[in-house]
Every structure is written in structure tokens, then in C-alpha cells.
């Protein structure tokens, strides 16, 4: 399966210091499970956070589900063991924080020498300072395991001292730039997450912005918002529809050899072509792994 064409609609995030919400994923709908060290455990539960994430790993039960761990920064007092740990943890990916440079994708493809070639490095894009390198992180895909970009908004409004409103006005820039980079470069990217759990119509606005701005899916921060997350990052019947028209109609014998036809009354290029195939492609995926 492409890494790309991997669906990565949900992405849930539970501190690793919660059993409770370890044994729950291994049941519910998430396309990957992130598995935290980070922001969402207190500095005195680290060590045991860490040993934790380690022994669900080994214990299994995820199915299909994607099992990313994320570590501490490498300039934090636990990142280092974090890395080493995980390098042979068996997981599928290890999420980094804060990376605001190539030299800190270099960084962390240093500390993960002795994993396996599958592990891969995904990047929490987060700080101001990684803006003007967006570009620069994504190329090192080319020679590192990098494959994903997470937007991290709450760390980002954080830092530029911006208000996070349902709107999001004040990322979209950035929003827009991270995917660009993103897709330059073949990472697939995850938009940040929406703090609001209860309120699910304010979660499913900010899930059609992402899809709106190109993300491959979001990630999450409770178990409800994994099935409205899902369906907005699915696609839909109607668009299915539409992409087997078009697709059906660039087949015939009349349009061989064609850039440009009429699909009910709408130009279609071989572009909208490739894109038609594209998201047959991601439906049938999504059909092939339903949990
Ligand atoms: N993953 C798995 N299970 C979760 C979960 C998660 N992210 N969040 C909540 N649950 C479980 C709870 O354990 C509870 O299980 P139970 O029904 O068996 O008791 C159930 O879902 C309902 O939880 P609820 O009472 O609605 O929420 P809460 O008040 O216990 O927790 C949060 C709220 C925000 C603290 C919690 O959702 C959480 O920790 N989220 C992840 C935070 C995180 O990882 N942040 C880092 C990235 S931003
Ligand atoms: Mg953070």
C-alpha cells in the first residue's frame, strides 16, 4: 500500500500514562493511534509515560490502525532515551515536536540509526521558526524517513500569541504553506486538532476547513470525534460519482487521445482525470481496511 494512498482520515491522541485509553483504542475507528510522551504528560510521569507506549506496542491489539508513538524534544531531559526507545519499539512511526529545521529532521534520523527501514519520522510542524523552512523540512524526505507533517495549532498559537477561534483565521496562511510544502515533497500531512470535544458541530466545521485546505485528515484529541472526522475526510457518494463519470468518459473511443472533454456540462482535463483516479483510489483503500 502507497504511504500515501494510506487512509490517515483520524488520528487520536492519548497521553500514554492513560491505560484506560490505551485499552480503549485498540477498539475504536481511528486510522492511526498516537500514542503521547509529550504535551499531554506531566513531567514527573515521563519515564513511566514512556514504558508504557512501550508495552502496548509489544502487547499489540492495534489491528490496523497506524501506531505512532510521540516523543519529547531532543532538547528535553527525556527526548533522547525517547528516540532510542522507540527506534526498536515496533511501532509504525515516531512523531516528533517543535521541528523548526532540516537540522532537526537530521537530528532525529541520527538518534533513530538503529531502527528498522519501516519505521517512519513524522514532524510536528509548530513553531514559528520552522515558516520560512517548510519547504527546506519537507525535502528531507528525499534522504530521511520523514514521510508526514502534523500541524501542531495549539503550540502554534502559543507561540505567535494568537487567539485559536473556530475560524482559525490567523493559521490559515500557514496552514496553506505547511500542505504546499507537504505536497511538494510527497509527505502526507494532518491537520491540528480542534480542543472543543463536546460540540461536535464546531468539530465537524473545523474537519471541512481542513479537508477544504487539503489535509490528508486531523487529528483528534477524544474518542467522539473519530466518526464525524471519518465521514468528512471520506469521499463522499457524489464525488465517487462524479470521478467514475469522468473516468469512464476519458475510456471512450470518441475521446482517445483527448486533454480536454464535456462531463455533464463541466470541462474535464487529464488533471481532473489523474484526480478522479486518485480519490477512487483512497475509497477503495478506506473500503479494504474498515475496521
Ligand atoms: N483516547 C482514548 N480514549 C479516550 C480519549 C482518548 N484521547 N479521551 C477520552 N477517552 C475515553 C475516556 O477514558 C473515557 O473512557 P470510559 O468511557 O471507558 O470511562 C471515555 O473516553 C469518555 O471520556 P470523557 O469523560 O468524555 O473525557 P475525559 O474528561 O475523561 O477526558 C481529555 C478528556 C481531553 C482529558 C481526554 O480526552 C484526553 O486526554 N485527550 C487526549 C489528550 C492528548 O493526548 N493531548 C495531546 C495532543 S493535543
Ligand atoms: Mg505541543
New binding site residues.
Given amino acids: 500500500m502507497s504511504q500515501i494512498e494510506r487512509p490517515r482520515r483520524s488520528a487520536?491522541?492519548?497521553?500514554a500514562s492513560?491505560a484506560?485509553?490505551i485499552a480503549?483504542?485498540r477498539t475504536?475507528p481511528a486510522d492511526v493511534v498516537i500514542l503521547?510522551l509529550e504535551?499531554?504528560v506531566a513531567p514527573e510521569a515521563k519515564v513511566e509515560a514512556r514504558a508504557a507506549a512501550l508495552a502496548a506496542v509489544a502487547e499489540g491489539g492495534f489491528g490496523r490502525r497506524e501506531l505512532v508513538i510521540r516523543a519529547n524534544g531532543l532538547d528535553t531531559p527525556w527526548g533522547a532515551e525517547d528516540l532510542a526507545a522507540i527506534a526498536t519499539s515496533g511501532a509504525d512511526a515516531v512523531l516528533v515536536p517543535k521541528v523548526s529545521s532540516p537540522a532537526d529532521i537530521e537530528a532525529c534520523q541520527d538518534a533513530l540509526s538503529a531502527a528498522p527501514d519501516r519505521l517512519q519520522l513524522w514532524a510536528m510542524i509548530e513553531t514559528c521558526a520552522c515558516l520560512p523552512q517548510l519547504d527546506a523540512i519537507a525535502a528531507m524526505a528525499r534522504s530521511t524517513r520523514l514521510s508526514l507533517f502534523v500541524m501542531g495549532t495549539?503550540d502554534l498559537a502559543k507561540e505567535m500569541r494568537a487567539k485559536l477561534t473556530p475560524e482559525r483565521t490567523p493559521f490559515l496562511p500557514f496552514l496553506s504553506m505547511a500542505v504546499a510544502a507537504a505536497r511538494a515533497h510527497g509527505v502526507a500531512v494532518l491537520d491540528g486538532?480542534c480542543n472543543e470535544?463536546r460540540d461536535l458541530d464546531v468539530f465537524r466545521a473545523e474537519a471541512e476547513q481542513g479537508l477544504l485546505f487539503g489535509f490528508d485528515g486531523k487529528?483528534l484529541?477524544?474518542?467522539?470525534q473519530i466518526d464525524p472526522c471519518n465521514a468528512v475526510f471520506s469521499p463522499s457518494e457524489e464525488e465517487l460519482q462524479r470521478a467514475r463519470t469522468v473516468i469512464a468518459a476519458f475510456a471512450l473511443p470518441e475521446n482517445a487521445g483527448k486533454g480536454a472533454i464535456q462531463v455533464e456540462g463541466k470541462m474535464a482535463e487529464l488533471l481532473h482525470l489523474d484526480q478522479a483516479q486518485r480519490l477512487v483510489a483512497v475509497a477503495e483503500q478506506i473500503a479494504a481496511t474498515a475496521v
Avoid: C
Avoid at 487520536?12 to 497521553?15: D, F, K, V
Avoid at 484529541?221 to 467522539?224: G, M, N, R, S, T
Fill in positions: 487520536l491522541y492519548l497521553p492513560n484506560k485509553a480503549k483504542a475504536l503521547d504535551d499531554a495549539n486538532v470535544f487529528t484529541i477524544h474518542p467522539a
